[in-house]
């Protein structure tokens, strides 16, 4: 049976451990709330680019150069792909769905005999990645959501010119979509060549309502337009996507750490309950005693 | 016809502009254009330069240095996406020299870009073309 004392400590530090954990939370909270406004913010030039890049990518220009990016090399051989975690842990099982579904990603493609390669975007895929395929990743990412759309920038420039070095066919990024608060959901995205048809069909109706009869004039023509604005669109997808995550990384640790205040919480009850029990029992043991001693006399 | 167009100047990371204007300068890749309530559709790359945004009575309000980006334009909306967006009184033409000269002898292509973006900035600090209309 432990002793007073030991659970004393033991409830004191569960004590401790209950305010750190709900003072996580508040700062997650705060900081959802920051990255929910930041990724509103990118929305508007998003959607504006997407929309900008729809009305061209349907005018159908082929070619060589910048127009890989939409058309593809043709080959289905060479996969990049790129997990996208936080930099820090304590939050549930946000890194460590991705990490799992990119394992399996990769182990899938492998087994159809495709070559992968790997781009680690967070510490906590950078480490584990690191462990186990090693041999695959060319290059790792750390502290990119603070450093804003220059953060994507680079790992944008970095993904084109290995494209165009003929390293990969197709490139995935697998992330966490940021649904609510609670809830993230795992989700792979291609980003090279462009998956256009999903996102046309989708919204091809509202361009079709709003102005089926948009003939744009051009300047300087339509194929240089789109020479520029694909590179910029991997760059803000990338973007995008990193604000996302970072939401998300929020809320997974708003609710992990809300859970383990809950549990903290739980714990300092049932301990606090074993206290009592266990000093009653000191106290009546001693009345025994006391009680016994004076009745022999 | 309207005798306003409505304007949003757009950068990744906000939106930085947006309301109903009278005109605006916008510097296409092939000349500078100025677009008035009821400009033909027009989607243009753009090149480093001043975005000028003028009032109803062709007033300035406002005038911006983008690096560059995209503009669309309908008869009633005007949307320029930049990649970088500086309001023109916040430059200040000293730290914008310095760093010219430390780009000058750079020779790798980024640096190279930074380059023409940093000059174009001393030129849109230098000019002061449309300022009254």
Do not use: W
């Not at chain 1, 990255?35 to 929305?43: D, H």
């Not at chain 1, 970072?246 to 300092?268: C, F, K, L, P």
């Not at chain 2, 790798?108 to 380059?115: F, G, I, L, R």
């Not at chain 2, 600090?125 to 009254?132: G, P, R, T, V």
């Amino acid at each position: 049976m432990p002793s007073l004392k030991d659970l004393k400590t033991q409830i004191n530090s569960v004590g401790s451990t209950k305010k750190i954990t709900s003072a996580m939370k508040m700062v997650a909270a705060s900081k959802l709330r920051r990255s929910q406004e930041k990724a509103e913010a990118a929305r508007p030039y998003s959607s504006r680019l997407e929309e900008m890049l729809l009305s061209l990518a349907s005018s159908s220009v082929s070619g060589e150069g910048v127009i890989k990016l939409l058309t593809g090399t043709g080959k289905d051989e060479k996969y990049l792909v790129i997990p996208v975690t936080a930099d820090r842990g304590l939050c549930g099982g946000f890194n460590s769905s991705i990490n799992r579904a990119t394992t399996k990603f990769v182990n899938s493609l492998e087994s159809k005999g495709k070559n992968v390669s790997l781009i680690t975007v967070g510490k906590k895929s950078r480490d584990f990645f690191n462990r186990i395929m090693k041999d695959k990743i060319i290059e790792s990412y750390v502290d990119v959501t603070e450093s804003g759309y220059d953060g994507a920038f680079q790992i944008s420039n970095k993904i084109q010119s290995l494209y165009f070095d003929d390293k990969f066919d197709k490139c995935i990024l697998i992330y966490n979509k940021f649904v609510s608060a609670i809830t993230q959901e795992v989700t792979r995205q291609q980003l090279i060549p462009l998956d256009i048809k999903e996102n046309n069909e989708k919204e091809k109706k509202d361009t079709d309502d709003k102005n089926s009869a948009a003939i744009y004039t051009y300047e300087p023509d339509e194929s240089s337009i789109l020479k520029d604005l694909l590179p910029k669109n991997i760059s803000i997808q990338i973007f995008k996507m990193l604000l996302e995550s970072s939401a998300g990384e929020q809320g997974a640790r708003m609710a992990a750490m809300d859970n383990a205040t809950r549990n903290a919480g739980e714990m300092i009850d049932t301990l606090t309950l074993k206290y009592n029990r266990t000093r009653q029992a000191f106290i009546t043991k001693e009345l025994i005693e006391i009680i016994s001693g004076a009745e022999a006399i | 016809m309207e005798s306003t167009i409505s304007f949003d100047l757009v950068a990744p990371e906000q939106l930085i502009f947006n309301d109903k204007v009278g005109m605006i300068i916008v510097p296409g890749k092939e000349g500078d254009l100025g677009v008035l309530p009821g400009h033909s559709k027009l989607l243009s790359s753009l090149r480093p330069g001043r975005v000028l945004v003028y009032g109803e009575s062709k007033n300035l309000l406002k005038s911006f240095f983008v690096s560059g980006g995209f503009v669309e334009i309908n008869p009633e909306k005007c949307i320029v996406l930049a990649e970088e967006v500086e309001e023109m009184n916040s430059l200040e033409k000293a730290t914008i020299e310095q760093k010219m000269l430390e780009l000058e002898n750079e020779t790798s292509d980024e640096s190279k870009q930074q380059y023409l973006i940093v000059k174009s900035k001393i030129e849109a600090l230098n000019s002061s073309h449309y300022e009254k209309i």
